[in-house]
């Protein structure tokens, strides 16, 4: 199976509300990232976790990192319909390849 | 803009053909990766070069190969296509560090008829 698994696979919420995606893995890591992709076309990256930071801002964006249960977390504030789209948890397996998961497939509702 | 261009954005091809994907990563940056993303599904990971070199490989079919060439872009060619092999394909690029993130071309989207 892949390795760094999203949590839900959908989430469906109204405009300013938070939503909370999961991401869960299997081995150890260098760091965890965290990327959005608007519907067909390219990732962006939204935000970078090393192994040893517990938790990380940027804007509306906070992100958790639990080594001991190989898990992370998204939280996205304040959600607006601009939010709509997939987001995926990368892990960096060793120093070469980034590994994705399925991703979580939210929509906000305005 | 990421900086990473892939040619052609669309493509559409009969089975049994091959095709090219070409991708320029960002400037400076060494490392291409290759990944195929089906309806709804993740990102497969295919292979990854540095610096011109095969790094690391990923579920990568034999009827697929790639490379980097002494510029820096990579191409990824897709022979023998079947239909389960349409697909968006792309490519990221990362700085000289490989533990920094990735950034990502806009894809090339393969219909295999």
Known sequence: SQQ????PQ????QEGENATMNCSYKTSI???QWYRQNSGRGLVHLILIRSNEREKHSGRLRVTLDTSKKSSSLLITASRAADTASYFCARRAGSYQLTFGKGTKLSVIP | DSGVTQTPKHLITATGQRVTLRCSPRSGDLSVYWYQQSLDQGLQFLIQYYNGEERAKGNILERFSAQQFPDLHSELNL???ELGDSALYFCASTPLGDRTEAFFGQGTRLTVV
């Not at chain 1, 760094?4 to 949590?7: I, K, L, V, Y």
């Open chain 2, 79 to 81: 022979s023998s296509l």
């Open chain 1, 4 to 7: 760094g698994e999203e949590d």
């Open chain 1, 30 to 32: 260098n760091n965890l």
């Open chain 1, 10 to 13: 959908a989430l469906s919420i």
